[in-house]
Nanobody, 126 residues
């Protein structure tokens, strides 16, 4: 199994940038597809971005495409979400997720992931 811990959240002004990190423990990280999700107050959790084990397959939600960049460093058991041009509507708790049985995922469904972090709050002020 893999345990995930997010960090890097905080308060930022609109137009600003933040980088979230997801640190993983466990031997399966390097072979796991990974993803970022977020949940805004009063809303359901939604897909943000996903990356395959080899970083060869990357996909973004339309709402963040061109502003966010997902990446990973298997040697450091870490995944990142670089967020630029942040908007107030990006305010949410951000979660990293792992699919320990799949190296590639071609779906935005939460059901594809079997390990989740506790989340980190991102607040974008206008």
């Amino acid at each position: 199994q893999v345990q995930l811990v997010e960090s890097g959240g905080g308060l930022v002004q609109a137009g600003g940038s933040l980088t979230l990190s997801c640190a993983a423990s466990g031997r399966t990280f390097s072979s796991s597809a990974m993803g970022w999700f977020r949940q805004a107050p009063g809303k359901e959790r939604e897909f943000v971005a996903r990356i395959s084990w080899s970083s060869t397959s990357i996909y973004y939600a339309d709402s963040v495409k061109g502003r966010f960049t997902i990446s990973r460093d298997n040697a450091k058991n870490s995944m990142y979400l670089h967020m630029n041009s942040l908007k107030p509507e990006d305010t949410a708790v951000y979660y990293c997720a792992a699919s320990t049985t799949r190296g590639f995922i071609y779906s935005e469904s939460e059901a594809m992931y079997d390990a989740w972090g506790q989340g980190t709050q991102v607040t974008v002020s206008s």
